[in-house]
C-alpha cells in the first residue's frame, strides 16, 4: 500500500448530530490542508450536501485540542470559522432539508489580538433565541451566552478553571455542566453542577452535585451528562472504579440542602466513557425511548441498550470495535463507528429494529483478505502487572525474522483501538509486525489501570512498551536485532526514554516529541500546564525525578538512531524541544535526523505533509535494518 493512500486521502468523520429529522456531521479534508467543514442529508436517502464550502474551515481552538465545532437545533446552525475564531450562524432552509438558506452571518465581532478568546462546545437554547457554550479567554473559562441576532457574549457562569459539556434540561428550566480544577485533569477529579435558569435567562444559584468534596472526598471523574425526557438526568463517573452510568431523578425538585441520590445503571467492569482531551465527546444517548451507550470492555467498544431501573444491558449486534461520538432522537441513533477490517464511517441505526447502514468516510482501499487484523495479547509489564496490547502480523504471516514496529499512543492517557489503521497497513503490508501498546496509564480498562501511570511517566510507559516487544520476539515472531519504536508527542517521550533506558530498541521515529518535562511548564499551554505533577510529581519538589527522567539529560545514552518531525507551529510541545535533543544527540556522535514543518502545530493535518512524514519513516528504518 503505497503511504499517500494510507494518510493522504481518507477524509475524517466527526462530531454526528441528528435533528428534526436530518443528519449533519463535520468532514475532515487532509487534501484540503486539513479543512473542517459541515456536511448535511436529508432523509436517509437524500444526498450529503456541504453546507460551508469554500474556504469555511469549522474548528475549535479552546484548550489548544478543539473539538464541538458547531451547535443545531430549530433550523440553526452555530458554528466556530477558524479564520477569526468568531461564532457564526447558518439558517437551513426548511424542516426537512439540510441545505443552507444563504450565507453564514457573524454573531460575535472579532477578538482585540491583546486579547484573544476562543469559542467551543455549545448548544442552541432555542427558547431563549442564544448558543450557550464555552468562551476562553485570559487564561480562563467562562460559560457564557451570545445572542443568536448577534452581540457580545453574556457571562452565565464564572468556573474556578475549566468548565465544558453544558446540556439544557428538556423544559429549559436547568443547565448541567462540568467543571474541573488544576492540577487535575479533566479524566482524574471533575465535577458536575446543575443551575436553575430564571425567567430572563440568567443562572441561579449554582453548585455540584457530582465529585464534590463533601459527597465523593476520594475524587472522581465525571463524563457527558445527558439529560432524559422525564427531567432525570444521567451522567458516567468512575466512583466504582469503572467509568460507569447513575441516573439522578427529579432534578427540578432536587433542594439547594438536599444531597443528590444517584442510582447506579447497569454497574459493571467496562467504561462507559472516554478522556476529555478535546470538547464535545459523547458515548451516551437518548432516542426519545431507550438509552443507549457505548461501552468499553477489553480495549473493545460495543453498542448497549440500558434500561433505567438498574437492570441488565443488551447487547445490539453489530461488527464494530469503536464507537464513538453518539446522538440521537426519535428512534434513530448515529455514531462515528470502525471494524479491524472497516474503515472510519457514520454508523445509522434504527434503534426499534436493530436495522443499521454503514456510511464509509472513503472507499475500501484494501481487500479483506490483505488486512491484517488485530490480535489481543496480554503479557506481564511493569511490576508484573498483567498489560494489554493489539498485535498485527505481517503480510504473509508471522515469523522469527520479521521486523517490529512497536507504536506507543499520545496521550499518554488515551487508548490504543481496533477499527481500521491504515498506517498501521502500511507497515505489515511491508512485512512488518506491529504491536500497538495500552501500557499502563491507557484508558479503557479502569481506573486502576489508568493510575498506573501516575509519578511513573517515563517508567511505566517505557517498562511495558518494552515488555511488549520481548514477548512478541519470544513467541518467534519477530527479529530481536529489528525492533523499532514510533510515536508522537507523549508517545515520542515513551519512545526516547525507553531509548536511553533499555537495550531492547535499535531504531526510533518520534513526531512533535515531549524530550525534557521540565520544559513543558513554561509552555503557555493551560490545559496540562500541571498535568506532569500528576505524571512526574510537584515542581519544584521533584525536580530530580523530572531531571532522571529526561531523555535530553540522558542523550549520551541513546545509541540507536532517531527520525524526529516537529512542526513549527506546535504550541503545545515547541519545536525548540527537538532541536535541543538533537543537538544532545549529534554532540555524542549519535545519527538523528530531523525534520521542522512550516505550518504545522501539535498533530499534522496536511495531505502531503503526512504522506511525506510515513515515507521518510520507512526510508530510515529500512535503511538502519538494511532491509
Not at 538533537?582 to 495531505?607: M, N, W, Y
Request: proline share 7%.
Amino acid at each position: 500500500m503505497p503511504a499517500e493512500l494510507a494518510v493522504g486521502r481518507t477524509a475524517g468523520v466527526v462530531e454526528p448530530r441528528l435533528d428534526g429529522g436530518r443528519l449533519f456531521w463535520l468532514e475532515q479534508r487532509p487534501d484540503e490542508r486539513g479543512r473542517t467543514t459541515l456536511m448535511g442529508r436529508g432523509g436517509t436517502d437524500d444526498a450529503a450536501v456541504e453546507l460551508t464550502p469554500g474556504t469555511w474551515n469549522l474548528r475549535t481552538r479552546v484548550h489548544e485540542y478543539g473539538g464541538g465545532a458547531y451547535a443545531v437545533a430549530s433550523d440553526q446552525v452555530v458554528f466556530v470559522d477558524d479564520g477569526d475564531r468568531c461564532l457564526w450562524q447558518l439558517d437551513l432552509a426548511g424542516p426537512k432539508a439540510a441545505t443552507a438558506a444563504g450565507e453564514p452571518r457573524r454573531l460575535t465581532a472579532p477578538p482585540d489580538p491583546e486579547r484573544p478568546r476562543a469559542f467551543a462546545d455549545g448548544l442552541i437554547d432555542g427558547r431563549r433565541r442564544r448558543w450557550i457554550g464555552v468562551m476562553e479567554q485570559d487564561g480562563h473559562d467562562r460559560l457564557v451566552a451570545v445572542p443568536l441576532a448577534g452581540g457580545e457574549p453574556e457571562l452565565l457562569h464564572q468556573p474556578a478553571d475549566f468548565c465544558g459539556y453544558a446540556v439544557l434540561a428538556p423544559d429549559g428550566g436547568h443547565l448541567a455542566w462540568v467543571s474541573w480544577e488544576q492540577p487535575f485533569m479533566p479524566w482524574e477529579r471533575s465535577q458536575l453542577w446543575l443551575a436553575a435558569i430564571d425567567a430572563a435567562g440568567r443562572l441561579g444559584q449554582a453548585r455540584p452535585i457530582a465529585g464534590a468534596a463533601a459527597v465523593d472526598p476520594q475524587g472522581i471523574s465525571v463524563f457527558q451528562p445527558l439529560w432524559l425526557d422525564d427531567g432525570s438526568l444521567v451522567v458516567a463517573n468512575d466512583r466504582s472504579g469503572w467509568w460507569n452510568l447513575e441516573r439522578l431523578e427529579d432534578v427540578a425538585g432536587l433542594g439547594a440542602d438536599t444531597p443528590p441520590h444517584w442510582q447506579p445503571l447497569c454497574p459493571m467492569e467496562a467504561e462507559f466513557a472516554t478522556p476529555q482531551w478535546v470538547c464535545g465527546l459523547r458515548t451516551t444517548a437518548w432516542d426519545g425511548t431507550r438509552l443507549l451507550a457505548a461501552v468499553c470492555r477489553q480495549g473493545r467498544w460495543e453498542l448497549v441498550r440500558l434500561g433505567l431501573d438498574g437492570g441488565p444491558w443488551e447487547a445490539i449486534p453489530l461488527p464494530f470495535s469503536d464507537l464513538a461520538a453518539l446522538g440521537a432522537e426519535a428512534g434513530r441513533l448515529v455514531a462515528v463507528a470502525a471494524a479491524p477490517a472497516i474503515g472510519q464511517g457514520l454508523l445509522e441505526l434504527d434503534t426499534a429494529s436493530g436495522t443499521w447502514r454503514h456510511t464509509p468516510a472513503a472507499p475500501a482501499p484494501l481487500a479483506a483478505g490483505a488486512i491484517s487484523l488485530p490480535e489481543p495479547l496480554w503479557f506481564d509489564g511493569h511490576g508484573g502487572a498483567p498489560t494489554q496490547a493489539w498485535y498485527y502480523p505481517p503480510r504473509g504471516g508471522s515469523r522469527a525474522d520479521a521486523p517490529l514496529l512497536v507504536k506507543g499512543h499520545s496521550g499518554p492517557t488515551a487508548m490504543a483501538g481496533t477499527g481500521l489503521n491504515l498506517t498501521i497497513q502500511f507497515w505489515t503490508s511491508r512485512g512488518w509486525g506491529v504491536v500497538d501498546v495500552n501500557y499502563g496509564g491507557s484508558t479503557g480498562f479502569g481506573r486502576a489501570y489508568r493510575q498506573r501511570l501516575d509519578g511513573q511517566w517515563g517508567v511505566v510507559d517505557v517498562a511495558d512498551c518494552a515488555a511488549a516487544a520481548r514477548a512478541v520476539v519470544a513467541a518467534g515472531r519477530a527479529d530481536p536485532a529489528r525492533v523499532a519504536f514510533e510515536g508522537g508527542s507523549a508517545g515520542g517521550f515513551s519512545v526516547l526514554a525507553a531509548l536511553c533506558f533499555t537495550d531492547v530498541f535499535t531504531a526510533g521515529a518520534v513526531r512533535y516529541p515531549v524530550t525534557h518535562p521540565e520544559a513543558l511548564l513554561a509552555v503557555e499551554h493551560r490545559f496540562e500546564a500541571r498535568y506532569t505533577e500528576t505524571l512526574i510529581g510537584p515542581w519544584p519538589e521533584a525536580r530530580e525525578l523530572y531531571e532522571a527522567r529526561s531523555p535530553l539529560r540522558h542523550a549520551d545514552r541513546i545509541t540507536a538512531p532517531v527520525l524526529f518531525f516537529h512542526g513549527l507551529d506546535d504550541r503545545v510541545v515547541p519545536a525548540r524541544q527537538s532541536e535541543r535533543m538533537v543537538d544532545a544527540l549529534r554532540q555524542h556522535g549519535r545519527e538523528a535526523e530531523l525534520h521542522l514543518i512550516p505550518g504545522e502545530g501539535h498533530g499534522f493535518r496536511e495531505r502531503g505533509v503526512r504522506t511525506a512524514v510515513l515515507e521518510a519513516t520507512e526510508a530510515f528504518f529500512r535503511r538502519q535494518f538494511h532491509l
